[in-house]
């Protein structure tokens, strides 16, 4: 299956960048947008979106996460119509906690968390029901590959990280995060937030996979002065492997392309 990660599309009026990113993932069988998609969360934002969405990519599946601009003042109903007008079944599948999980083929399942955002800091409301959630999905889970999307990194895979840095995800929960995954084992764990140049990490010894997927937007890298282009990621997994390449979204120029087998 080839999935199409876009994450930080900050979509404000300008339509030219999320075209280019559309393009680039005509292959997909499935579109994963991780957050942040309209900048300011206005209706007429995400009414563009879905537009933009039908008009290249036609009827692909699509299942979104909110970032902290989909979500200003804890008001994320502009974000959730939108997530039932480009894929109905949203509606059946999200819990009450306000995940959700998807099975999107015989060996791959999908779970989507939504944290809140105040103070700088992403916290799961409702004592952490959205990590409940997770957990129960995963225990009862038959499937041979989970994916976690996710806006903001766990605080060991943030690519931004320095010595004494507080995550982004209030620290228990953050925690509380990582060992699940960690518990879960072959999981691919998709999340956005940082700006920075895509960064892939492998863990090698869960068996996970960590992608922090940049943005369409120009992105920060500390080899370079000048910002680079924005990118998206391809994701290919089969029952032997996981193929991770992404690319810009300018002149496709590959930032990062490695296969790993199950």
């Known amino acids: 299956m080839l999935l199409g990660v876009i994450s930080d599309i900050h979509l404000y009026r300008k339509t030219d960048r999320l075209v280019r990113a559309l393009d680039a993932l005509k292959e997909a069988e499935v579109l994963l947008l991780c957050g942040d998609l309209a900048d300011r969360a206005l209706s007429e934002?995400?009414?563009?979106?879905?537009?933009?969405?039908?008009?290249?990519?036609?009827?692909?599946?699509?299942?979104?996460?909110?970032?902290?601009?989909?979500?200003?003042?804890?008001?994320?109903?502009?974000?959730?119509?939108?997530?039932?007008?480009?894929?109905?079944?949203?509606?059946?599948l999200t819990d009450e906690s306000g995940a959700f999980y998807k099975q999107i083929s015989d060996?791959?399942?999908?779970?989507?968390?939504?944290?809140?955002?105040?103070?700088?800091?992403?916290?799961?409301?409702?004592?952490?029901?959205?990590?409940?959630?997770?957990?129960?999905?995963?225990?009862?889970?038959?499937?041979?590959?989970?994916?976690?999307?996710?806006?903001?990194?766990?605080?060991?895979?943030?690519?931004?990280?320095k010595n004494g840095m507080a995550p982004y995800i209030v620290g228990e929960q953050n925690d509380k995060l990582q060992r699940i995954v960690d518990d879960a084992k072959h999981t691919i764990f998709i999340s956005g937030h940082t700006h920075v140049s895509p960064h892939v990490e492998w863990d090698s010894t869960h068996g996970n996979l960590y992608i922090n997927n940049g943005s369409i937007c120009p992105t920060i890298d500390e080899s370079c002065d000048t910002p680079r282009q924005g990118n998206v990621t391809s994701l290919n997994i089969t029952s032997e492997k996981i193929s991770v390449l992404i690319k810009g979204i300018y002149n496709g120029k590959i930032f990062y392309s490695e296969t790993r087998t199950l």
């Open 45 to 92: 934002q995400y009414v563009l979106l879905d537009e933009c969405i039908r008009q290249r990519l036609g009827n692909i599946p699509v299942y979104c996460v909110t970032g902290n601009h989909d979500n200003p003042a804890r008001d994320d109903s502009h974000f959730r119509k939108f997530e039932r007008t480009v894929n109905p079944e949203m509606t059946d």
């Open 107 to 161: 060996e791959i399942d999908l779970i989507g968390l939504n944290p809140e955002y105040h103070q700088k800091q992403f916290f799961f409301s409702q004592k952490g029901k959205q990590l409940d959630f997770l957990f129960s999905s995963l225990a009862v889970s038959n499937t041979k590959i989970h994916i976690i999307m996710c806006h903001p990194p766990l605080i060991e895979h943030n690519p931004l990280r």
